[in-house]
Each structure stands twice: as C-alpha cells, then as structure tokens.
C-alpha cells in the first residue's frame, strides 16, 4: 500500500508490476522511485548506478522488482545478504537459475549454470572477496542439485565438495555448515549411512548456536540417514526431535540465510514418508496425508509419489504401487530426470518375483525404453 501511494500507483497496478515477466518493459523513473522507496541498489531493478553503502534486500521486494519472475515453492524467499554491484547480480542469477528448475529440465539448465560459475570465477580471480566465495558457493550447490537430478552423482558430488569449500573461504560457518548438511542429504537419498551420519555431524561441529531451522532440517537428513542404514529407532528419534523443534518455527518468520525455504510439520511428515519408504514400514507411509504432502513441482511431486509407491508395495498392493510408480515416471521422463527413473528403478528392484503380474511387465518394458 505505501508503496503504490509513492508511486501514485493503485495497489492493482503495483500487483502487475509484480508479476511482469523480464521481458516487459517498465518506466525508468518509476523504477528509480520503486528502488528509492524499498531501499534497494538501483541496479538491482536494472538501472544504471549502484548508490554507496551496503544495503539489505527485503525478500519479497527482491523477488516482485528485481526478479519479476514464477517461483517454485522450495524457493518461498529470497536470502538476504547486505550486498550490492557484482555478488547481488550474481546471486540474482543465481536465484533466476533456481526458480526455472520447477518447469525446465536439469539437463537444459547444466550448461547455463556451469557458464554462470565461470562468471563468477573470472570476476573472483585473485581477490580476497568473501561475498563472491559466498556466491561462488550457491551457485556450485545448485550445479551439484541439477547433476543430482540428472543421475550423474559423481558431478554432484564434486560440485557440493567445492560448494563446502568455497563456503569456508567465505569465512561464513552457517553456509559452510549448510553445503556439508546438503552433501549429507544427497548421500543419504543415495542410501550411504555411514558418509550421511558423517556430514551431518560436521555440519553440527561449526555450528556454536545453530538457529532452529538448522537442527530441525539437519535431524530430518540425519533420520534419512539412519533409515537408509535400517535403523527404525533412530530414525523414530529424529523425527521426533524435528518435528518438536518444527514447531516451534513460526510459520510466517523469514528462514535465516542461506535457507532458502521455510520448514515446517509439512516437512518433517515428508521426511517421515521417505524413512518409512526406505524402511518399508507401509504405516509410516501411508498414513501421512500424501495429498497435503505433495506441493512444490512436478519433479518433487514425483519423487513423493515413488515414496507413496514404495509404502503400497511393502503392504502387497503390488497393482496400486506401480499404477502410482508408472504416473512418476511420466514425469521423469518428461523432464529427463535421471533421479526419477534411478528411484523407479530401486522401487521396481524390491519387487522379487518370477511371475510379474501384468502392470509390472508394462513398467518393465518402459524402464527398458529409457534414454535419457
């Protein structure tokens, strides 16, 4: 409201603003007015000139001026960091880079993504920047998510090791402490315990007083952990304590950077739906309500849908388990996502049958028709 009063703009008019694809055009002396009244560098909504001083970014007036662009829900808000001229820009592109992962495949993103850090390397080159090693880190994070998605896990997990380095050299322990927490989460999904268990409890190490929304996210990597090593109690036990420390999360406060998502009951249910996968507890499964699960894109959706799968197949509803696995697959198909199929595959893997019944001899014939 006080901004479209600033402006001399309705509040319909302000909401179109918002919501202008990056191609439309805007008036440069009300983006200047726009930028002036949020407090934000002028060249975050592209204008020339970048006012002295280091200025923080509100989230939701980063992401209506400066970005204009659909956001996937794992990418609720924008972080704040207080910068301007090059890591704001950078990390802005790194941002628009996140936000296309919903409706894009990896695959058509790579390459973008791995020009994008060469960018950022040229202009880091033989200076002591903290802010470009910060930026330097989510963009090779982000690089390792989209070799993650493409089933190429040694590239993943080279680039998240060059994300925890590049976070060190930002001299920032809470990213640091974030990158090890999202290499520990590949390689729980990957199903390596003992590396998962290792990265969390390092991630835990340099963290003196970790905020909330880091013990509840790294307890429900660590319960994924401990149900890819088999172990129910533990991974109960970690539930339990994320959920307990979830709730003490207000909904509506703004995640701490570099979290760039709330996390919530929601969260730790789903973390509950892939434990009980892994574990092949169907009542861990199927007893969440999948239906209010099953936010964020079409890719996410999929994998829970695989989860939900699993949890049909542990309680014998073969001809249910692969009607809902076939439907995900269609989706990693479409987006060529080799981490939906390599999950359809582990799925199809646990069935052990000589006499498949029809609908798994027709997933069968699919899996063997996948090129990615």
Known sequence: MQLGETLGLSQSAISRLEKRGPSGTYDMALLGRAAAHLHISASLVGLAGTPSGSVAV??????????????????????????????????????????????????????????????????????????????RSEALAFAGWLSWDMGDHGSARSS?????????????????????GSLAQFEAHAGNSPQALSLAGRARTILA????????????????????GGDRDRADQALTHSRKVALRLGREETPPW?????????KVSAARVACGARL?????????????????????????MLDIAAGHLAAG???????????????GLTYRSGRI?????????????????????????????VYL
Do not use: M
């Not at 307890?219 to 994924?224: F, I, K, M």
């Open 160 to 180: 998240y090791g060059h994300a925890i380095k590049a976070a060190r050299a930002a001299q920032n322990s809470l990213l640091a402490a974030y990158q090890l």
């Open 258 to 266: 570099p979290w760039v998502f709330t996390f919530d009951e929601s």
């Open 58 to 135: 509100e989230r939701r007036e980063f992401l209506g001026i400066g970005a204009a662009a659909a956001v996937t829900p794992v990418l609720a808000v924008i972080p704040v960091q207080p910068e301007t001229g090059q890591p704001a820009a950078l990390r802005l592109g790194t941002a628009s880079y996140r936000r296309l992962d919903g409706s894009t495949p990896s695959r058509d993103l790579a390459d973008a993504v791995r020009g994008h850090i060469q960018l950022i390397d040229r202009l880091s080159a033989g200076r002591d920047r903290p802010q470009l090693a910060a930026v």
């Open 280 to 304: 092949g507890l169907a009542d861990w499964v199927l007893s969440a309500d999948t239906a209010a699960l099953a936010t964020g894109h079409e890719k996410q959706r999929a994998l829970l």
């Open 341 to 369: 199929v390599d999950r359809a595959c582990g799925l199809r893997r646990t069935l052990t049958t000589t006499t498949p019944p029809r609908v798994v001899r027709e997933f069968d014939d699919r899996l063997h028709d």
């Open 209 to 228: 007083d970790p905020p909330a929304i880091a013990d509840a996210w790294l307890t429900s990597v660590e319960a994924l952990a401990h149900a890819a």
């Open 317 to 331: 509803r073969v001809d249910g388990a692969f009607a809902i696995a076939d439907r995900a697959l269609d989706i």
